[in-house]
Nanobody, 128 residues
């Protein structure tokens, strides 16, 4: 089924931290744009952070200085370190990979239309 598999979601109290992981089985993450998006029911999917093939990063203003996107090309795994979590961060978080068109973008935009492959999502719940 899926070529991208997220893990690491869960429940945490406000101010806490989580690290999300995304294992890519059919993509070489070092060759494409990779990104994290989030969505709550009734709202459109929001771009959280992206990283280019060369490692250039881009963040949504709402998470800048709190979240860090990174990757391990040898493990073909994408990460999102989430610190100082707030209740408004509660959402389903999705890992995404671009196609060929995204392979030369730097930085990669935080726009869902750039990304053609998506994971199944992992729930993050932040309680007050």
């Amino acid at each position: 089924q899926g070529q991208l598999v997220e893990s690491g979601g869960g429940s945490v109290q406000a101010g806490g931290s989580l690290r999300l992981s995304c294992a890519a089985s059919s993509y070489t993450i070092g060759s494409t744009c990779m990104g994290w998006f989030r969505q709550v029911p009734g709202k459109e999917r929001e771009g959280v952070a992206t990283i280019s093939r060369g490692g250039t990063t881009k963040y949504a203003d709402s998470v800048k200085d709190r979240f860090t996107i990174s990757k391990d090309n040898a493990k073909n795994t994408l990460y999102l370190q989430m610190n100082s979590l707030k209740p408004e961060d509660t959402a389903v978080y999705y890992c995404a990979a671009s196609g060929v068109l995204g392979s030369r973008m730097s930085p990669c935009p935080t726009e869902a239309r750039v990304f053609g492959s998506w994971g199944q999502g992992t729930q993050v719940t932040v309680s007050s």
